[in-house]
């Protein structure tokens, strides 16, 4: 099972986010997620974890539990929707100096 952690310290590594499910059962992969232009954590990661029932009893211990001062959540994570972003100005002409701009008309 997929887990979704979120609101995670910005010092907490990959080892630590192991660690802190290692007790509930076998972790196949921990992964914070980092920003690709500063190199810091974005506060939310994923683990992994090969027995559900182990899963979901980390889910519903560690949810709301308190980790380096923050309040965490912790909930099974959702399949990516490739569609979840909404469309940008200029994929659908509506942006910036198009047919309708404002600009066109002059006085």
């Given at each position: 099972?997929?887990?979704?952690v979120s609101n995670l310290s910005?010092?907490?590594?990959?080892e630590e986010l192991k660690q802190l499910f290692t007790p509930f059962g076998e972790v196949s992969s921990a992964k914070v997620i980092m920003d690709k232009v500063t190199n810091r954590s974005r506060g939310f990661g994923f683990i992994e974890m090969s027995d559900e029932a182990a899963?979901?009893?980390?889910?519903?211990?560690?949810?709301g539990s308190s980790i380096?001062?923050?309040?965490?959540?912790?909930?099974?994570?959702r399949a990516k929707d490739n569609n979840s972003r909404p469309p940008r100005a200029f994929d659908d002409g509506g942006g910036f100096n198009n047919a309708n701009s404002y600009n066109q008309n002059r006085y």
């Open positions: 099972m997929n887990i979704y910005f010092n907490i590594q990959d899963s979901k009893k980390a889910i519903a211990e560690l949810d380096d001062n923050r309040t965490i959540k912790v909930n099974e994570a």
